[in-house]
């Protein structure tokens, strides 16, 4: 799937994401926030290592139960998620070899 350019509107639930196999990337943010759009190029770069890693950019917000569910406080926040365990999570990432090390632990 590799990267995804937009947020998408929250379409699965907490027991989705947690029984979900292999390996995965949520990035929680909107499409309108400064810091998600800063981001991204990091992102972009991390992942095209990682054409084959499923990576879903969930639309947050006040109320929204799936970040709430994963205490998202800031954005962007990345969760790396084997098997639906959270093995790594990065939130505002500003370092391309902080995502390049969550991404070796996901995978590696």
Known sequence: MAYSSRYQPETLDRAAVDAAPGPRVLEFGTNWCGHCRAAQPLI??????????????????KGRPLGRSFRVKLW??????RDGQEVARLVRPG??????????????
């Open 76 to 81: 962007p926040t990345l969760i790396f998620l």
């Open 44 to 61: 972009q770069a991390a992942l095209a290592d990682h054409p084959d890693l499923e990576h879903l950019k969930v639309e947050d917000g």
């Open 95 to 108: 370092d391309p070899a902080e995502i390049g090390e969550a991404l070796a632990r996901l995978t590696g």
